[in-house]
């Protein structure tokens, strides 16, 4: 007989194959969900990028709507267009003035919020009409549209009063032009 026994069972310290299986699918089931979690915040990451984007531009063209850069737009008390020409091509927004409503907008409150614009269209309609009082503000609002980024908000919607002859193009007053030399 040789001096060296026999011993039985493992001979070294390695794993078996069923623990090696137990131990990827762990490691597999983990980043799938590291992975989900990354594209939930990309497409969140997308989406606030968008809104902030949208409430810059909504507040530039309020800007240029006080400077008096849309007055042959804003007779027809609503008016849309794009930001293809600043570079945002897939950006697009619509301004309605005064008690104007945006054409597609849903008044659907079954959920049980109240909607303050349908009580006031409901209760002015209600009342006789008045005389018409000019006002010194116009009630300006705007929307823009922006891609749809999974199931998220696309538009952002803004409202802001601004002086009357800011909005719309002053009226000459009879008589100015010929006074002046």
Same mark, same amino acid.
């Given at each position: 007989m040789n001096g060296r026994s026999r +011993? #039985? !069972?493992r001979a070294g310290g390695g794993f078996t194959l069923a623990e090696v299986a137990v131990t990827i699918v762990i @490691? !597999? @089931?983990a980043l799938v969900y590291v992975l989900q979690s990354l594209s /939930?915040?990309?497409f969140t990451a997308a989406n606030t990028r968008n809104l902030k984007l949208a409430k810059e531009l /909504? +507040?530039?063209t309020l800007g240029q709507i006080e400077c008096g850069r849309y007055w042959e737009e804003t007779g027809a008390g609503r008016f849309e267009g794009s930001y293809a020409d600043e570079g945002y091509p897939d950006f697009h927004f619509e301004v309605v003035l005064g008690q104007e409503s945006f054409r597609d907008e849903y008044r659907d #409150?079954?959920? !049980?919020r109240f909607d303050n614009w349908r009580y006031n269209e409901d209760y002015s309609q209600s009342e006789d009409e008045e005389e018409e009082v000019e006002?010194?503000?116009e009630q300006v609002q705007i929307? @823009?549209?922006?891609p749809t980024i999974k199931s998220e908000q696309h538009t952002l919607t803004l409202e802001k009063w601004i002086a009357w002859d800011q909005v719309y193009e002053p009226e &000459? &007053?009879?008589g100015a032009a010929a006074s002046e030399p």
């Open positions: +011993t #039985t !069972g @490691v !597999g @089931v /939930a915040s990309k /909504a +507040t530039y #409150t079954s959920d !049980g006002q010194p503000y929307r @823009v549209s922006f &000459e &007053e009879p």
